[in-house]
């Protein structure tokens, strides 16, 4: 698919993965709107990118709608759908405090939140994104009429203790691959899914040079974190390669995940 000219959706566009994916969708010609919920982050990458941001909370119809509607007013309806909008959190299913004994559950509400988020807000921007890309024409004699790339992550095989919200999540993202890349083929789009490794993302680089030393040191072959860059590079790959349909692609280093 010959991306120069296209337009895109990146979700979690401001910063980590999705500013990363952003800039080299920028850098081949594609006209990027950034859905995120840090405005000043945001405002300043759409800004250098001639892009446009949009405030988007994925968990929530009516802010996506907006975000849509802005993204297309501005730059046309999207061909490019990049979802990297998700969090995490880290609590037991079931654990029992050293001082007291005192057994406490996971939270349904924190347990619902991460779901919520990265597997149904995942969702709700495929079917808003996908129903756009279907009032399209094609873009070639295959039938194109787009692509779509969701990240999902290593997690989704191999969680650690503490990661059964995070993980139930990421790997309904993975399961949810295939199903939808069937849905979509007799319209032309293609989907596919990013499990990510131990990213150098926000998330890790107020982590302290020694944590971050010691996980860039599990890691199988090359032994350091992953670049945002590389991550973007397989994103457009994605979106390129017209034969990348269904796919659920591990970008790791070869690392599996120890239960801690």
Do not use: W
Request: aromatic share 4%; glycine share 12%; hydrophobic share 45%.
């Amino acid at each position: 698919m010959e991306l120069k000219g296209l337009s895109a959706v990146i979700t979690g566009g401001a910063s980590g993965l999705g500013a990363a994916t952003a800039r080299r969708l920028a850098a081949e010609g594609v006209k990027v709107a950034l859905f995120d919920l840090n405005a000043e982050k945001g405002e300043a990458l759409a800004a250098e990118l001639g892009g446009v941001f949009c405030q988007v909370n994925v968990t929530d119809d009516a802010s996506v709608d907006a975000g849509f509607a802005k993204a297309r007013a501005a730059i046309g309806q999207e061909r490019i759908l990049i979802n990297c909008a998700g969090t995490g959190n880290a609590i037991k299913t079931a654990s029992r405090a050293k001082e007291t004994g005192e057994i406490k559950h996971f939270p349904l509400d924190a347990f619902n939140l991460i779901i919520q988020i990265n597997l149904v807000g995942t969702f709700r921007c495929i079917a808003k994104s996908a129903a756009g890309m279907m009032t399209l024409p094609p873009l070639n004699d295959l039938g194109e009429r787009g692509a779509i790339v969701n990240t999902a992550s290593v997690a989704a095989e191999d969680g650690q203790i503490g990661q059964a919200a995070y993980s139930a999540s990421k790997g309904g993202v993975v399961g949810m691959t295939l199903p939808i890349a069937r849905d979509l083929s007799s319209e032309g789009i293609r989907v596919n899914t990013i499990l990510p490794g131990i990213f150098n993302t926000p998330l890790l680089q107020g982590a302290p040079d020694n944590v971050k030393a010691a996980l860039g040191a599990s890691v199988l072959y090359p032994k350091r974190l992953g670049n945002p860059e590389e991550y973007a590079g397989l994103a457009l790959e994605m979106c390129r390669n017209s034969y990348f349909n269904g796919e659920d692609v591990r970008l790791d280093g070869g690392i599996r995940m120890a239960p801690r």
